[in-house]
């Protein structure tokens, strides 16, 4: 699996929009970039993911490159819910990974009231 | 919304004792996983399993390590022979389809605790 970089550690103020970049200069044309997010004490959770075009749901928004070498994962407002870590992941259109996820660290997301 | 759902919550077992871990899919998803998390590490893979056979496992998965769909609805993981790096959280995941555009959904994990 193509590798992601993230930054340890981010920290935002409630109510206020969180940009989490991700860096994966080695990707190829049939990976889909990924978010998934881990509150404490709970399982991964799944955000968002896409391929080329920017998308959008009810969690967050995700902003790909035109060259596909890094991407951002959007929340337009922090809530104190939103603290979590937050991987990364690319997962190959072509491959046959038979569906399995490689997390990394991924980028801690500290929320302050 | 569906959820998979993880029991029991925490394990504590002796070392050298078996485990079994259960989990309840989602009940129209027929691609089930199990990772793994010790503390303070990352999340990683151990199998995937998909018409009742594995269709993936990594170098954890070793012998010790068995996956079974009992019936229609469970989904288990068993550790024959429990030793302390055993030690771990165990998430139970699954999905409508194995492509890589589909999300995977988990559960909130067993804890289980080798003594």
């Known amino acids: 699996d193509a590798k992601t970089t993230q930054p340890n550690s981010m920290e935002s103020n409630e109510e206020e929009p969180v940009h989490l970049p991700c860096n994966h200069s080695t990707i190829s044309g049939t990976d889909y970039i990924h978010w998934y997010r881990q509150l404490p004490s709970q399982g991964p959770e799944y955000v968002i993911h896409?391929?080329?075009s920017n998308v959008n749901n009810r969690m967050a928004s995700l902003a790909i490159a035109e060259d596909r070498k890094s991407s951002t994962l959007i929340l337009h407002r922090a809530t104190l819910r939103d603290a979590a870590v937050y991987y990364c992941?690319?997962?190959?259109?072509?491959?046959?990974?038979?569906?399995?996820?490689?997390f990394g660290q991924g980028t801690i997301l500290t929320v302050h009231p | 919304e569906p959820e998979v759902t993880q029991t029991p919550s925490h394990q504590v077992t002796q070392m050298g004792q078996e485990v079994i871990l259960r989990c309840v899919p989602i009940s129209n998803h027929l691609y089930f996983y199990w990772y793994r998390q010790i503390l303070g590490q990352k999340v990683e893979f151990l199998v995937s399993f998909y018409n009742n056979e594995i269709s993936e496992k990594s170098e954890i998965f070793d012998d010790q390590f068995s996956v079974e769909r009992p019936d229609g609805s469970n989904f288990t993981l068993k550790i024959r022979s429990t030793k302390l790096e055993d030690s771990a959280m165990y998430f139970c995941?699954?999905?409508?389809?194995?492509?890589?555009?589909?999300?995977?959904?988990f559960g909130d994990g067993t804890r289980l605790s080798i003594l």
């Open positions: 995941a699954s999905s409508e389809a194995q492509s890589s555009n589909q999300p995977q959904h």
């Open positions: 896409g391929l080329t």
């Open positions: 992941i690319l997962r190959d259109l072509g491959g046959t990974s038979y569906g399995k996820l490689t």
